[in-house]
């Protein structure tokens, strides 16, 4: 069991710090002192990632767990199309988790913090009975560029980046025992494992400032949608035939997922959902810095979320994505 | 058993919004948006509260928990002479933490915010067995002003604000049981209860610009100190009988408490420990804002850590206060 200055001492090596961009106090001492660039406007947000609520000892490897930690909370930041900078680590570890284990979550969120852009400027230990990782991400952007979710209008086309229920599929597949499981390559798991905040995508839809509402899918496009059109004070109407669908292997096909199903409800995929005015689809690229952006569906004057089926019929699309207390 | 959404909204009921100061996105998007006044530093803590480490659900009343998580968290930047402004609010929770018992943490908590000139900017809510508050305080300073750990140097007088050891002698009275605890009056658990951050007096030195190291008592004095020394490369020597102890009333007296231990080891005081050159002594005004300022002890180019007792012995001071991964 590692004492807590061991635990700090082994996070400092391990994590790319600030040192000298911006930082002028970080690790040590009671709170970081960081200094703002002119003209930009700080975002800021906070990310509990805890054992047994979003990952498990047993299932997740613990370079999946530090990567996965700072990816989600990072993705609330490219939401917003903000550039990541510094993160605040707070740590609460049961003594089995200070050692072998904890070096992997290192390794792991030291490669996300790398690829993100983020350096460590603080953060706080202590004991607990259960792991929980919880994360401060701060991130800057120019003022006024932010793209908030409560923009949309009647008329505007509803995008999203990537392939939606990858994420969900993989935790179906990794949550199922048995001899069939072997068959399911890694690539299955991977971005349940390792998802992709679209930093580049958000950055880009600010600066071009023709996104008028955005939002990531960590609850799934069911429940992220309604949370966008609430926020927005507008309904939506989603094509379910134009929605970027998970396609199955034939071994996965067999175990009767639904493809629709998991793009619509699955949560943990960190796809941006954005909308843009009519007209402005034209100037959008097939894929922004290699992400595939596709359009799904228009924002409508009435207050309800429609799907409307491959034979044209309407039906309610009720927010079934991840809600934390549903019973 | 509330929904996350209805957390959220009776979360942004009570607590103090900062809407148009500063916060340009507040609650309700994928993080917050807020605006660094020109000339200012930003100091960023973040703090874990967590069921079963720092409070039981027994034996704390909801308000002093709501209380004591923000005003722990608070402290940290009282230490670096810091202005309060915003704080980020990471929730989890049980089922049965939701309701009744969540709106008297809120009124603790909206209580210590006005107090301390914090306004809500952003969270999150997750669901967990055990209930957990982490905070990140946002607070700023005047560029250098900050009062760091790593200053203190040789000749420096050691200074401490407050008495220490009364919150330490609250949770040992309140987690006694048997019919003489009935008889201690309530406002021996106060400070164990409502700790109050010393943020006048840490923007008084940080204005003075001639504290040299500064550190909040949240682990106890002889750990405390001992973090301020390994910051500064340095030593010190404290005087015993110039400790302000707590002062046992008769009945807690038979107890055998130990008032010297107590204010040596005993953690969760919040009080400033902190360093000014020799001779400043004269210009430090035996209260600041209504809080005693006592000298202690002197920094010392050894790097060892004595105790000068009533006698005018020399013993070395172990650092035995709060330690979460003490077996």
Chains 1, 2 share one sequence.
Not at 28 to 46: F, H, M, N, Q, S
Not at 85 to 107: I, M, Q, S
Request: with cysteine; glycine share 10%; net charge positive.
């Amino acid at each position: 069991m590692a004492s807590e200055k061991q635990l700090i001492e082994r996070t400092g090596r391990k994590l790319p710090l600030g040192r000298g961009s911006g930082v002028r106090v970080g690790m040590g001492d009671d709170a970081a002192v960081l200094r703002p660039k002119k003209g930009v406007e700080w975002v800021l947000t906070t990310d509990a990632f805890l054992e047994n609520v979003h990952f498990l000892l047993r299932v997740h490897p613990p370079e999946a767990v530090g990567y996965k930690a700072l990816a989600r909370a990072t993705s609330d930041l490219a939401a917003m199309g903000a550039r990541p900078l510094y993160f605040l680590l707070n740590l609460a570890l049961p003594p089995r988790c200070t050692g072998k284990w904890y070096d992997g979550v290192l390794e792991g969120m030291a490669r996300a913090a790398r690829s993100f852009g983020l350096t460590l400027a603080g953060g706080d230990t202590t004991r607990s009975t259960l792991a929980a990782i919880n994360l401060t991400i701060i991130g800057e952007i120019e003022r006024g560029h932010a793209v908030l979710r409560s923009g949309a209008r009647p008329g505007d086309l509803i995008c999203v980046s990537g392939t939606l229920g990858e994420a969900e599929l993989g935790l179906q597949l990794l949550l199922r025992r048995g001899p069939r499981t072997k068959k399911w390559k890694r690539e299955l798991l991977q971005k349940h494992f390792y998802p992709e905040p679209r930093l580049d995508l958000g950055q880009w839809l600010a600066k071009k400032g023709r996104a008028t509402a955005m939002i990531d899918t960590s609850d799934g496009l069911s429940t992220d949608l309604r949370h966008l059109c609430e926020a927005s004070g507008v309904g939506a109407k989603i094509w379910a035939a134009e929605v970027p669908k998970v396609v199955l292997a034939d071994d996965v096909d067999k175990l009767r997922f639904d493809p629709l199903q998991l793009a619509l409800d699955g949560g943990d995929d960190y796809e941006l959902l954005f909308t843009v005015p009519k007209g402005f689809e034209r100037h959008l690229p097939r894929a922004i810095h290699g992400v595939p952006v596709t359009v799904i569906g228009e924002i409508t004057r009435e207050r309800r979320i429609l799907l409307v089926d491959d034979a044209g019929r309407t039906r309610n699309l009720p927010a079934q994505g991840w809600e934390p207390f549903r019973k």
